[in-house]
């Protein structure tokens, strides 16, 4: 599924069942779990959670920087020739990189910064540096679509959140949408692996994504999350 269906399905449906099943519905949770309908597809460059994260202006300058950093190489350490034209070459190299790899590189750098410098100050920069670090050594629909990521994320929510007001729903509304996530790529032809190493496949081939049955099954399956807030939240008082 496309980003747009995954952030109002996931959201709505999790916020639903909260509803439903009496756990307060708070506006940090409302936040975890719009986060988390998009977190699994963190493994992909161009999938909406990492594209808001990390528009193409930022890509734009940092090639720039790169391109600067580069030049600034080669002409002053000009009295550690060659190695100055290798260094050079390899982040000019890396400056016109694709974009997705390139998002990869940032992530990475920016994974690394949270868990080196970030811990200090909370502790949730050590799992968003985790996170931003795993996300970008693995391939999509990896091991981000497993029940081991569903039961990490809210392994890790449930930890962090001990000692906080409404911890319950935090940790309820993380593991929750994140697993609709998971159920909403199990409809595409392509599936999910849950369980690797096992090859088995979750795919109902129920539709393709950016085909045009495809957007057709997606905008059912939000207009059905509308009526759904609508009943819980509207309708049944």
Known sequence: MMGRAHLI???GVTLSVMGMSGVQVTLPAAA????SSLLPDIDEPNSLLVRKAIPAEILRLLQLAMIGAALFVLFYGRDYAPWNFALAGLIGVVSFLPSRTLRHV???LIGLGLIAFGQGFSQWNLIAGSVLIVASLVTHRGFTHTIYAACGWCALLYF???GKEGAESLWFAGGLS???HLLSDALTNRGIRPLPPLKWRIKLKIMSTGSRWGRTVENICILLTLV???YVFMASG
Do not use: G
């Not at 975890?32 to 986060?35: K, M």
């Open 178 to 180: 994140y697993s609709i």
């Open 106 to 108: 940032v992530m990475f």
């Open 228 to 230: 759904l807030l609508w």
């Open 32 to 35: 975890v779990a719009l986060v």
């Open 160 to 162: 962090a959140s001990q």
């Open 9 to 11: 399905i996931s959201t």
